[in-house]
């Protein structure tokens, strides 16, 4: 089955302690994306990348980092996380920029 | 940055009616818009979209509208159900960065029976 799989679906953590939010794909998609939604604020773009060792910054990088060692793959590292880090995250893949996206079934973090 | 603005925020109709959502853009050179659709507690998924050499594109009870000079687009449902109740996203991406996806804040759609 196609899917977009992240782990775990659920996170309470406490400031500073660094953690990891895994992504994975099964399309052989190029380009994935992370973002985080907050109520009233939509969805935000994180990070994304378009290829193997490409990625870039979105919207609200600050706080975060990813990498892009394999297709398939595409963590999300919070290196220190912080109250304001509390959000869903989804992860989302697709064929190709300007293709359909595929997301994840999301990430509910809490840091106290 | 890419400014995608969504309106109405939030959106009541009554079964069988039609609902729109509207969406504006800032950079002109945005040409791909697509809308997605998020039920509670779920992921958001993708319903339709539109590239910008393209003024309307339909899909059932669901079309899609595209104003390039005024820079707005709109999602249309027609004879809504129950069903279609949920939280709709427009998103536009920048015609020139690649990758950069922007969404605007949502619109929670309500359909009474």
């Known amino acids: 089955e196609a899917q977009v799989t992240q782990n775990p679906r659920y996170l309470i953590t406490v400031t500073g302690k660094k953690l990891t939010v895994t992504c994975s794909q099964n399309m052989n998609h190029e380009y994935m994306s992370w973002y985080r939604q907050d109520p009233g604020l939509g969805l935000r773009q994180i990070y994304y990348s378009m290829n193997v060792e490409v990625t870039d910054k979105g919207d609200v990088p600050e706080g975060y980092k990813v990498s892009r060692k394999e297709k398939r793959n595409f963590p999300l590292i919070l290196e220190s996380p912080s109250p304001n880090q509390t959000s869903l995250y989804f992860c989302a893949s697709s064929r190709a920029d300007r293709e359909t996206q595929y997301f994840g079934p999301g990430t509910r973090l809490l840091v106290l | 940055g890419e400014n995608v603005e969504q309106h109405p925020s939030t959106l009541s109709v009554q079964e069988g009616d039609s609902a729109v959502i509207k969406c504006t853009y800032s950079?002109?050179?945005?040409?791909?818009f697509p809308w997605y659709k998020q039920e509670l507690g779920k992921r958001p998924q993708l319903i339709i979209d539109i590239r910008s050499n393209v003024g309307e594109k339909k899909d059932q009870r669901i079309a899609v509208t595209l104003n390039k000079t005024a820079k707005h687009f709109s999602l249309h449902i027609t004879e809504t159900q129950p069903e279609d109740s949920a939280v709709y996203f427009c998103?536009?991406?920048?015609?020139?960065?690649?990758?950069?996806?922007?969404f605007g804040r949502g619109t929670q759609l309500t359909v009474w029976p």
């Open positions: 998103a536009a991406k920048l015609g020139s960065t690649l990758g950069r996806l922007y």
């Open positions: 950079d002109s050179a945005s040409n791909y």
